[in-house]
């Protein structure tokens, strides 16, 4: 063989097992991306599903190591330095959602830039495939990490790889948004469809615009999925970091790892309050972007509390950013940590760890100026929440190419009269109630605790570290975390926010390892006191058994219960379709049968709003079929449409080419474009004939034949448009439209917002 052989099949031999390595993602992401593969999910189900399943379960491990490759070039590139896991994930998801900002503003967010970019990057890490870490596995060590692998099991199976046809936000909000920037190859907006607040909230998180390109919008919750682990290893690293276990003994601090794993468990099934028991962390709308933001928030707090090195400086600088830039408001929290950060590395002169603090805050400062830049401009205003704030420096020139400002008037009204209370003097007597829940569950573990290490002092006895001297950790850290949980859950309790109770349910996750944090410094105190009741062998063994029987008991009882309760084995084993799930209650047949009976012509629904969530975005039906009430090109023209006479609405929706209109029977869900004089009894049977009709609906059209609309079904829709303004009066003194409409003074009371559900269920 000459020279140039024998390299060319060393160069093969190197290179070809780790190419094969590809070989399960490249089918996967093939078959995901099949044509029809939605629809057969929905409606059909069998091996299809059960395939489905497999190929994400695949996916899933390669996503979450193109994520940790990413943070290890990064590292590479700039800090020299030995890393972590933990900073590898954030740092690496970090730079990738900075990264598809930026090819997305570019527009050259292409699938083949993308899978590229990230094959050339897988390569390169499998190079480190030949040096694994050590660790020693212990039975405490191991048995923990079983339940833990069966909680990831159940949430994964259950929240990650069903497709979430539940929520009516994801749907409208968040998957639109991503295949919208699958097809534009852009995060900019196609002027025919106009998704401005998906182009809000969605434009920053770089790392799921990336992923959109080449795999279907549901990889969302995939990468949900991967931020709920990395929420899972940061509780670890603080639960490692705050419990002061090395101070009770040579036999304690060996049960560290156990015990922070088994509080990393807890906290992620963990309800989210107690003793009124609702749905925790785990049962976040994977579909969103609010677990990505909750996990860098926990990083955060390992990021300031942890002695600072420079790794800690670039995670502080590049995950702030990051952050921010994809939603501002975020900022607020960071901004919180940050400061949290500095006041104990000043008390404590940690100039290192006072650098990365303010690091923190900066670069949720640049992420803030960023993301409202770029809102400001393209958009013409920085945020729309809180609308009242910004409104007023809203360029109507700008937004008036995507949307309506009116529209946005409107839903601020309906909103701030269906809540009551923004400042609940309940919320702070529920809080102080929870206070003292936590310091009362840590109490009774450091009691329980003293009683058996004091039995097991006289029963086992084992003097031989007795005498030794050991260090405590920074008090800091556990000051920290009590301060991050205490405001956010103050904030959550006594603002009727919506927004910001969904989004502070992440600090749940810390509530387990906050009570034992307390507990074992008060065991610190009590050893400090009395040194010989912390002399014993199998203290620590018990404990680690009682919380291993808590993480089964609460995984059981919750992740394990939704589980079930969703049928997600029948899913994933048997290949039930998903209209057959039990929780989806959306009618996803009828978008498929007005694709049927319709064709190509425009629907625009006058009521019936929430019942056609599945519809507007769907991917069964041609793009912009069914238009969606304030985010397209007829809510663009709102003020025509809505707020302008029957004439100049009627030839705004011709202009358009809007020809059907879409009366859901019982329902009197109308919503602004419902109310439209056009749409009025008098006009109903001078412009309007009968297409077709249903059991369950009436579909108009324009009158320009001999076609004419029924008197029964005139009669039948101005029935239920003139209940639904009743239901709106009774719920809110007003009617929200017409003070919109007639720019009235909004000075109705809120009355029985109850009677809302009557929207949807009435005659």
Same mark, same amino acid.
């Given at each position: ?19 094969? %390595? ?24 069998? &091996? ?7 190929? &994400? ?7 979450? &190591? ?30 990738? %959602? ?32 030949? /040096? ?52 534009? *190859? ?21 790392? *799921?615009?990336?992923?959109?390109? =080449? ?12 931020? =709920?682990?990395?929420?899972? !290893? ?13 101070? #009770?003994?040579?036999? &304690? ?85 940050? $400061? ?33 830049s770029i809102n400001y401009f393209y958009l013409g205003i920085p945020a729309t929440n809180p609308y009242a704030l910004f409104r007023k420096i809203a360029s109507v020139e700008r937004f008036s190419q995507f949307g309506s400002l009116e529209i946005l008037d409107f839903f601020v009204l309906a909103q701030s ?13 529920? =809080? ?6 936590? #310091? ?27 005498? /030794?001297?050991?260090?405590?950790? $920074? ?53 400090? #006191? ?21 993480? !089964? ?14 049928? !997600? ?89 809007? /020809? ?9 869900? =109308?919503?602004?474009?419902?109310? $439209? ?66 720019? #009235? ?17 009435? *005659?």
């Open positions: 063989m000459t020279v140039g052989e024998v390299r060319l099949r060393a160069i093969i031999e190197t290179w070809w097992p780790r190419i094969l %390595i590809f070989v399960p993602a490249a089918l996967s992401i093939w078959f995901v991306n099949r044509t029809g593969t939605y629809r057969t999910l929905l409606f059909d189900g069998g &091996w299809t599903t059960r395939f489905y399943v497999l190929a &994400w379960i695949v996916l899933t491990a390669y996503l979450g &190591w193109l994520i940790m490759a990413t943070g290890r070039l990064a590292f590479s590139l700039i800090k020299h330095e030995p890393t972590q896991r933990v900073d590898e994930f954030f740092v690496g998801a970090a730079a990738l %959602i900075l990264a598809g900002v930026g090819l997305g503003a570019l527009s050259i967010l292409y699938p083949q830039i993308v899978v590229g970019f990230a094959a050339v990057l897988l390569l390169w890490d499998s190079r480190s495939f030949g /040096k694994p870490r050590k660790l020693a596995v212990t039975l405490p060590l191991a048995a923990t990490s079983l339940m833990g692998l069966w909680l990831l099991a159940t949430v994964f199976l259950d929240r990650a790889v069903i497709p979430d046809v539940i929520s009516t936000d994801v749907q409208q909000l968040y998957a639109p948004y991503l295949a919208e920037v699958a097809r534009n *190859h852009s995060i900019w907006l196609a002027a025919d469809n106009p998704i401005f607040s998906d182009f809000e909230i969605g434009h920053g998180n770089g790392l *799921h615009l990336l992923l959109a390109t =080449f795999l279907p919008p549901h990889v969302a919750q995939i990468v949900s999925f991967l931020y =709920f682990v990395g929420i899972g !290893a940061v509780i670890f690293e603080l639960a490692r970091l705050i419990l002061p276990l090395q101070a #009770l003994g040579r036999r &304690w601090e060996d049960a560290a790892i156990p015990i922070a794993l088994g509080l990393a468990i807890l906290g992620l099934a963990w309800p989210r309050t107690m003793p009124s028991v609702k749905a925790g962390l785990y049962i976040m709308e994977f579909g969103k972007y609010h677990l990505q933001t909750a996990a860098f928030f926990v990083y955060f707090l390992l990021v300031v509390i942890r002695s600072s090195q420079a790794r800690d400086r670039l995670a502080a600088g590049i995950c702030g950013l990051a952050v921010a830039a994809s939603y501002p408001l975020y900022a607020a929290f960071v901004f919180l940590i940050s $400061s949290l950060g500095v006041f104990t590395k000043v008390l404590q002169r940690d100039r290192s760890g006072l650098v990365t603090s303010l690091l923190l805050g900066l670069g949720a400062v640049g992420g803030c100026i960023l993301a409202f009269l269906e809540v009551s209370d923004f400042l609940s003097k309940a919320g702070v007597v529920a =809080f102080i109630r929870q206070a003292k829940s936590v #310091l009362l569950v840590a109490t009774l573990i450091a009691a329980t605790t003293c009683a058996i290490s004091f039995l097991d002092s006289k029963l086992f006895p084992d003097r031989s570290d007795f005498m /030794k001297k050991r260090t405590l950790p $920074s008090v800091a850290g556990l000051f920290i975390v009590i301060a991050y949980v205490a405001s956010v859950r103050l904030l959550d309790m006594t603002l009727n926010i919506p927004s910001l109770i969904r989004l502070s349910i992440h600090v749940n996750a810390l509530f387990p390892l906050a009570a034992a944090a307390i507990a074992f410094w008060g065991l610190v105190i009590v050893r400090w #006191l009395v040194p010989t009741v912390f002399v014993g062998r199998f203290a620590p063994n018990v404990a680690i058994l009682a919380l291993l029987a808590a993480c !089964a008991w609460m995984t059981a009882s919750y992740p394990w219960q939704s589980f079930r309760d969703d049928g !997600a084995i029948a899913f994933a084993a048997r290949g039930r379709s998903l209209i057959e799930m039990p929780r989806v209650s959306l009618n996803w047949q009828r978008c498929d049968e007005l694709q049927q009976s319709t064709g190509s012509d425009r629907i625009l629904a006058l009521n019936g709003y929430r019942a056609m969530v599945p519809c507007y975005f769907s991917p069964l039906l041609t793009r912009g079929k069914v238009i969606h009430t304030y985010q397209s090109d007829v809510a663009r023209n709102f003020s025509k449409i809505a707020l302008g006479s029957a004439d100049t609405a009627e030839a705004t929706l011709r202009s358009l080419g809007v /020809k059907l209109f879409y009366v859901q029977k019982q329902n009197c869900d =109308f919503w602004l474009n419902g109310f $439209s004089d056009l749409f009025q009894s008098a006009e109903l049977e001078k412009r309007f004939a009968l297409h077709s009709e249903t059991p369950n609906y009436w579909m108009l059209t324009w009158r320009d034949g001999g076609q004419t609309l029924s008197p029964e079904a005139e009669a039948g829709i101005s029935a239920l448009r003139t209940r639904s303004k009743d239901i709106y009066r009774q719920a809110y003194g007003i009617e929200p439209f017409e003070v919109v409409k007639h720019r #009235l003074s909004p000075n109705g009371q809120r009355a029985d917002v109850t009677v809302l559900g009557q929207l949807m269920t009435c *005659h």
